[in-house]
């Protein structure tokens, strides 16, 4: 959507086929030339990680585990592994300055998002990160258990990010203590969308 509006995109997807899918559709649209394809997997140190697909109804819904928490998981459900990048490696790759994030990693926000937050000095503002916040909330497979939860509110709060969510009328003030479903994390000089 953001490269049909003209904006430069970077898409990070760990799985192959779901990349051929976004490369298809960028073809379609005529915007290829808009959008970096990046096939890694996101996650706080660079490793092999395993895809498990315990949802043969929603194949968006892969959890990526180290090969010691794979190894636990029904064989059938595993895929190829893929190689996993810091998010300091992914930025260290985007040019642009200014940058929306959508992130999806399925409760593994506290990992990619921690030192990011807790780094003083950012090369980039990310005035809008937009997160599926239920996931990190209810601790999905142990990703983001309590401690490392109430780290992640902090260092938003650090970083002077302020959660919100979207109603009729806009933008309204959201508690990310509370059992929300997505939440947009808005930096205090961020312009309006």
Excluded at 54 to 67: A, D, Q, R
Excluded at 88 to 104: A, P, R, S, T, Y
Aim: glycine letters at 4%.
């Amino acid at each position: 959507m953001a490269a049909q509006y003209g904006r430069r995109v970077y898409a990070v997807e760990p799985l192959a086929y779901n990349l051929a899918f976004v490369s298809t559709s960028l073809k379609l649209g005529h915007n290829e030339d808009k959008v970096t394809l990046i096939n890694n997997a996101v996650s706080d140190e660079k490793i092999e990680m395993y895809p498990w697909q315990n949802n043969p109804n929603n194949e968006g819904y892969t959890i990526l585990l180290p090969k010691e928490d794979a190894m636990t998981k029904p064989k059938h459900e595993i895929l190829a592994p893929v190689h996993s990048a810091t998010l300091k490696q992914i930025l260290d790759v985007i040019q642009e300055k200014n940058i929306v994030f959508k992130l999806d990693v399925e409760g593994a926000e506290c990992k990619v998002l921690m030192e990011y937050l807790y780094t003083p000095k950012k090369l980039h503002f990310i005035p809008y990160i937009y997160m599926e916040w239920i996931h990190i909330h209810n601790n999905l497979n142990g990703m983001c258990p309590d401690v490392q939860f109430t780290q992640l509110i902090e260092g938003f709060e650090i970083s002077e990010y302020s959660a919100m969510n979207l109603g009729a009328d806009g933008y309204y003030p959201a508690e990310p203590r509370n059992d929300l479903i997505d939440v947009i994390w808005v930096h205090k000089d961020a312009k309006p969308l």
